[in-house]
Structure formats: C-alpha cells, structure tokens
C-alpha cells in the first residue's frame, strides 16, 4: 500500500503484476491488486521476463485480469507487511492422480459428460461437464492442491459506455435471496479464510472467483457467490445501482446537485490516468464494429445515461446458466461440486443468451487508420515531451492454431521480454521517449493483438518513433534473432511453465483464466492448460526451419504486412481537465433547472434515505444468514517454517528445507546502512544498473541472456522496515535468484558477476533509466495517489519510512528531475556514486545468504555459496546514522486529477499504546466497516482503508478515488467515537478473528515462506512472539476496541495529513479550514 511496503514484498511473487503494469497500464482498471507500487522499485529483467512469459504461456490470467479487467475491489496490501510477523498455513506437495466424479451420479444430477483428459503437465484429470437442461458448462479439475478455486464467469459485451456489466459486477454481491443483507462480499472479507475473493470485468465476460485452503470455507463461499449472481436483489431495489453504479446527490436544496457513485468514481479515476486512456482509444479504434468498441468498465461521462430498467434487463438475460461457465479446481470432492452446482441450474431453463452474448469478430481493416486524441494534464507540463504515440495491431479475424499462437508467444518474448530484446532496446535507447507504452501481444480477447509505443515524447518526434519500430521490425524480419537469444527465451519460459509459480494468486484462478480465453469463444477450454506438446514440435520446428524460417514470415505476414494498424497519438492538454469539469458541472446545473421546488426537496429527501440506508448497520439476523466458521474450526497453533540458522566466513545462512520442485530459490542480503544517506535515492537505478549495464567483458545484453539461459531469473532491490522497539530501520539490498538444482553453480557465479563485474560507464544507457523511473513515478502518482501519499506520511513518522521515500516517493521524483540534468553535465560524479555504493555495500560480513529448497539441493548448494563468498570483499563500509523524517506538516500535493487520495497517520507507539494481537483485528474491523461504509459506500470513493504497520506503530487511514476531502478527513476522525460506541455481538467478533487469522495464514508458495522466514529473522520477530500474537488475536475482545479509541485518538488531535487532490479541492479544503494544507504542485 506504500512505498515501503512494497520495499518489504518480494519482487518475484509480485513481479509478473508490477511487469503487466510496466508494459500494459491499460484499459478500465482499478490499479490495482497489485500493488502499483512495487513497479517504481523492482528492477532488472526478470521483471520483464517472467511478465512477458507469464503473459503469453499462462495467458497472464490472473495477472491479466489486472490490465484488461476491472476489479470489485482493491485489496489494500495490509498482508505484505503481516507477514513476517505471523504464518502461513498451506503446503504444497507434489500431485498425484485423481479420478473425476462418478459418471452415474453426474448423470442423474443431469449432467451430459462432453470429455475428460487427464492433463499431465498440472498432474490434474480435468472433465468437462454440460447441464442438459440449461445448457451450463461445467469444468471439474480434480488434483491434489489444497488452495480451492471456484469460479463462475458469464459473458457480458456491452452494447455502450454506459459500466452495465462493472455496475452489475458491483451490484450482484450487494445482497441476495439466502443472504439479504447489505453486502456479504464484505461479510466474507471479514469473516473468511478466504485466499482469494473478488470480481473482474473484462471487455466481455464477468467473473466470480473465490479460492480457501479450508473445505468448509471453501463451500460458503461457493454458496454466497453463486445465490448472488443468480438471486441478486440489486434487480429489485434500486438503490444499490444508485449506490455502485450513479445518482444524483443534493444534501440541501440551496445547494449545487453531484453525481455519487462508486463505480462512476473508479472510472474518474481510471480516466484520470493517461496511461488508461491509451489503452482504451487504442482498442475502441482497433475494433470499431465489435462490442471492444465501448468501455465496458464504463465513461463517466456516459454512466449517467444508464437506465435501472437497461440494469435489470442486462442481468435477467446474461446471468443465467445457459450464459455460464463454471469451473471446479483443487483437491476436494468432485462429486460434491455437481451436486452444489446442479441445486442452482436446475432451478432455470434454458433461454436465447448463449447465442445473443456471442463476441462479433471484427473483420480486419482494409488500410491503417490514426487516431489522435488529448489527455488532461497540469499547465507546466504543456511544452514538455508528454506526447505518446502507440501502434496497434489486430492479427488476425481467424482462429489460429495452438501452434501459431505459441510462436507469437515466443516472438514476443524474442522482440521484447527482456530489456536486451531488439525492439524494447530500440525504443529505449532512441533517445525518443521516457518509457515503454502497448504490452506487445495481447490474446486474452476474441482476437489477438499486437501493440507498441512510446511515451514521453516530444511532439515533433512522433513520426521518428513509428519509423523505428518498422526500422526494426523489417530488420528482425530480415536478420532474425541470435541463437543465444532464442536459447534465452526458451529456457526462461520453460522454467517458468515447470515452476508454474502464480505468486500469491491461487493457481487453479490462472488456469481457470487461460483456459477461459479459449472456452468463452467456444474453443477448446482443455487446449491452454497443455503446452508439452506445442512446444516440443515448435522445438522441432526450429531446429529444422531455423529461427529466421520461423520468425521472419510472423513478423511479414502478422505485422508488417498487416493492414489492420491503428496509430494512436495522445497529446498533453491543460485545459482538458477544466473543460471536462464545467461540462459535468453544467450538465448538472441544468438538470436542477429543470426541476421544481418539490422535485429538489424531494431529490434532498432521496438523498438522506439514502444515506441514512447506508449507515444502518445490518441486524444481527442478517449478519447470521452469511456463513462462517466456528474459532474451534482455527488452528491454535501457528504454522512455523523450518528455518536452519548457520555461519559460513563471517556470513550468516539461513536454511529452509522445503520442497520445491527441484529449483533452488535464493536471497543474499547486504545491510545497507553502510550506504551515505544522501545516495539513498540512487539505490533503485543502482539496482537497476547492476542487471541492465553490463560487464567489461559482456554488454548487457549478452549477460542478461546469460541470466536467461542458465537461471530462472535474477533481481536486485533494495528492502526497509522499521524494527519494533528499534530507532534505526533494518535495511538491506537484497540479491535475488533461482534456478534448477543442477544450475546452482551458475546461478551464484551470475550472481557475483551482477554484484562485482558491472561497470558504472553507459552514461546513454543511465540517462533512459533516470527517464524511465521519472514516468513510472509520474504515473504512479496520477494512478495511485494513495501510496504517494502513505509514503509521505510515513516518512513524517519514522526513519524507515523516511527511507523509504527517499527511494520510491515524491522525494524520489524530485530527486530524478535533478538527477536527469546531473546525468548531461556531471555525468563522472554520478558514475563515482554508483561505485561509492556498491564499495560500501559489498560484504561478506554481516551479509546473510537465505536458501529454500529440499535438503539434497540445499547441501549440494553448500560450495557453490562458500565460492561465492570467498569473492566478496571481507569488510565493507561501516554503518551510518540516518535517523532522518520529512517535516511534520500537512501537505496538499496537487496533481491534475477527477479524484482525490487522502491520508492521515500517526505514530500509536509515541502516543503509549503497546502491541497487542487485537490490533490486527481492530484495524480488519474498521476498514471493513466503519471506512467501507462511510468512505466507499456513502462518500462514494472506490477505496477507504486503514493499515497499522506494527513494526513501526504508524496507524494510518487511506483513501482511494475518494470525490471528497474534509468529509474523508472527519469520517476518519470519526473512528476514534465508531470504536468507543461499538457493541459486538459473540458472532461479529468471532467472524472478525477468523478473517483476522485468515490473513495471517495466507497462502504462500514455498519460496514465499523462505523468504518471509529470512525477513522474520532479519527483524528478529521470533516463533515464540508470533505464537503470543496469534494468541492475542484469538482472544480479542470487546474492550480491547475500547481501548484502541484511545491510542486513535492521538491520531485524530495530532495526526499529519497528506491529500493528493486537485488543486480545487485543496484550494477549498484551505478555505473550510483556513490553511490547513501547504500546497505544494507535484504533476
Ligand atoms: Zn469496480
């Protein structure tokens, strides 16, 4: 959720996420689960690489549905920074065969089987089900994962821009026939085990997954999701749509009347971003004739049109079986799936919607087209280079073979997986723009797509970066690509099929992902989940065709060739944002003059109703209807992972034998405390430098294939947390790899090359990474304000925060607009502090080297890590003091924007109060009600959340695409009287500990658990402490939320303040409460 947070997460489970947003900022998206934050931070090419590969082979599915998709919700990263204090619970062990359900009994339930397969590389048997009745397809995967994933997804294109299908999404999960209360899907964030649970709007289908590692969970909520999407009451009571779709608003009728809404609020922000408004001119204009034509996510300035009778009608139609898919993965029993699903269907007949919901093929254009359209930015920025310039292209308006599509995936790869792909490296060392825009192939839709560009451009240089993309292009078509290359590419994507590592996202959701890219269109939903065969034949194939053989007629004949082209330019415009403004503004003026006196004061009653519907809470009765389990359902004990401390020439090792596959994962952390605190903010492209710049006897593009030919990926970053109890932070830049067992010798030998051998002197190559991080941070402050802003305030309050910052926040971005003039006229200065860095840094002493694998692969390893060691210098720099905050006042950072983020924060450790386990409790309560309901569901902002980070003690309240400001800032001052008042019954609490505990025991795959048991040891949380905490939470009670007000209401008086806003909205929060804000202009 802030800067450094996403310092403390681990850069491989998030990278395939933070690489999407990289490439592809993209259509109606809410930035989303995933930590928009990590991006500014991560560096090096496995990033990229795994992004890339993951895109393609795993169809990005879950990571995907970030880019393409809408979310319901955002899940703030509260766990990135629980998990090292607390455990995981699950365990992966290698699967073995199982059988798929009786055929007897599928019959009777009413079910054809259409096929099973038995897909070896998932060691899952996998049947394909069809309800005679309706029509319903049904896929049972049955293996041994115990994280379960269920999914039901429907086809919905849009006629219009008008958000049906995301409102609907919203909507659905506000209430249904068995659960009728205000909204379960919060009952279940509350109150679940849960690994995962949200909803996606795609460009044309909706989808509703839920995954648990427990059974019982597992079912409930298979059951709310399922009576939701089929007995919604949304249909029946229009205030919901008001609520997540749009309504007027008018408090008094004196007063001017908005719009309200929470979707309508998440597309102003969406809108608000220029990377989002890219991707969606980009595909409007690549598919004019097809539903990819409208913004299924929804154009604020076209929500208003939307009827509640076009509402109903959309849901009476495509939320139905006949209009269903429905997918079963895991190790539970597949028998007990049909029976679950068969009580629904079997309740509806079958109606027309299979055929109506059917996504037209665009038919390919006969020449290219161009489109050039504005974006709103603040005056300052018009004369900068803040044009873009995407290429589109649609490939094909036929289905390709599994073949084809493989081959597309591995020349995107080729082209641009890793920064020393041909055309990435074209583009970024042209000189011509700031950073990469388009995510290259893109085959999630009906139709693939390949899309390219630059942004941060100068206007007059638009034309030069579409000749250098058809430069290169004919090129590669002409010379092809060099055998190290394709050796790279293949061996970084079959290592990733191999460790089929999803991160945090369960792994059944991926594969319900991919396999639905084929199965909506009615295709083959078994043809993505197997990849052996393609890929040994397309090995075959080039070996016997050549790589130019192969590559060149894709790049002729889908590419250049191509007539379906669509140039987009997007050009920086200051007034957009006050035009779009004063039209909403007289739009609305003139609906109030068009109504009568009643009509006002009866739109004012409405809009009490309405709120006052909103804040009443849901009776106990209610409550109770949702499902949970019982605290004896919870483990007592927490789940430790095996940890093995150790010393080897002066270093610390940690060991943790799990299995894993066969692959080594590795962390060597270096303090970086030795590092001078004003070279703080060139850490990160230090990092960057270390993977990207190359050796004497390498350039990087040689090293980075070298990297992708012998390992499973390298990354370097930097890592700070406060430490509880301590004044100075723990901090390291942590070295992070993985590779098969036999390559752990080259593994730590790239390793050591990456740490030592890179030479500081590519002054070009540095210039375009100061460029790159400059408009990544840009883009991280319009899209998620929020972060920006936590950053600040954390930094405010303590020196890991202030750490922080200085790497991945405004002080940051500050720091590279200086720095990109430092680079021209004192480039040696810089080139010395990069060496300054790595000199200070470089140590084995003290140096703690972390390895996960099973324990033959640990032991063999043992060598390879003392060679490594031996290399490194024995002492390094000693340590500094940077016990260093920003000062405390409270700041309007004022960007151009629809939306705003706002925060506040304070230190509870300063203020007395003293680490309990309820906290982690009270804090789940107030975010999931008190700010749920006064900030999302009554203020109308997609996101309000809390975090207390316990390491630190900084409490702090965020919101997200937040309409308000002041009213944010007293709801969240109002927390302090929502606890003291509070009454809980047994039910309530009991559901608050369990989600409590669920987030505690989140799921994590076994290189997760190593390194979050190395950061636990690093910050000397022990097995012992976790134990008390667990106990804690377990026993939280009424009083201790009392209690809490009290430590809150330090922050209330003398918390600090940080809005990202515009600069109306500060100018009139300044005037309520008269200077109240220093301003300060950011974007
Ligand atoms: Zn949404």
Redesign the pocket.
Known sequence: MNAQAALRSSPLQVAPVAGMLMRRALA?R?QSVRFVTVRAITSGSIAAAEAKQTRLFLRGAGFRAGSLA????KPPSLAVRRQYSLSPVAVISPSSAKTGADPELAKELGFERVEEQFVDEYKSTATLYRHKKTGAEIMSVVNDDENKVFGIVFRTPPKDSTGIP?IL??SVLCGSRKYPLKEPFVELLKGSLQTFLNAF?YPDRTCYPVASTNLQDFYNLVDVYLDAVFYPRCVNDVTTFQQEGWHYELNDPSEDITYKG??FN??KGVYSQPDNVLGRVSQQASFPDNTYGVDS?GDPTVIPDLTFEQFKEFHAKFYHPTNARVWFYGDDDPNQRLRIISAYLDEFEANAASKESEVKVQKLFNEPKRVVETYAVGDGAANARKHMVAINWVLSDTVLDPETELALGFLDHLMLGTPGSPLRKALMESGLGESMIGGGMEDELRQPQFSIGLKGVAEEDISKVEELVFSTLKQLAEDGFSPEAVEASMNTIEFSLRENNTGSFPRGLSLMLRSMGKWLYGLDPFEPLRFAKPLEHFKERLKTEGVKGVFAPLIRNFILDNPHRVTVELHPDVEKGKMEEAKEAERLASVKSSMTKEDLAELARATEELRLKQETPDSPEALKAVPSLALSDIPKKSTNIPIEVGNMKGSTILRHDLFTNDVLYTEVAFDMRTVRADLLPLVPLFCQSLLEMGTADLDFVQLSQLIGRKTGGISVYPSTSAVRGRAEPSSHIIVKGKAMASQTSDLFQLMRKVLQDVKFTDQGRFKQFVLQSKSRMEGRISGGGHSVAAARLDAKLNSAGWVSEQMGGLSYLEYLRDLEKRVDEDWPSVAESLNEIRNELLSRKGAIVNLTADERTLTSAESHVSNFLDAMPETAGSLTKWDRRLPLVNEGLVIPTQVNYVGKAGNIYDAGYELDGSAYVISKVIGTTWLWDRVRVSGGA?GGFCDFDSHSGVFTYLSYRDPNLIKTLDNYDGTVQFLRELEMDNDALTKAIIGTIGDVDSYQLPDAKGYSSMMRYIMGISDEERQRRRDEILSTSVKDFHAFADALESVKDKGVIVAVASADDIDAANKERSGLLEVRKVL
């Open positions: 109606a809410p809408t979310l319901r919700w995301h999404e919203h709007t929470v979707v998440e597309m996510g997609y």
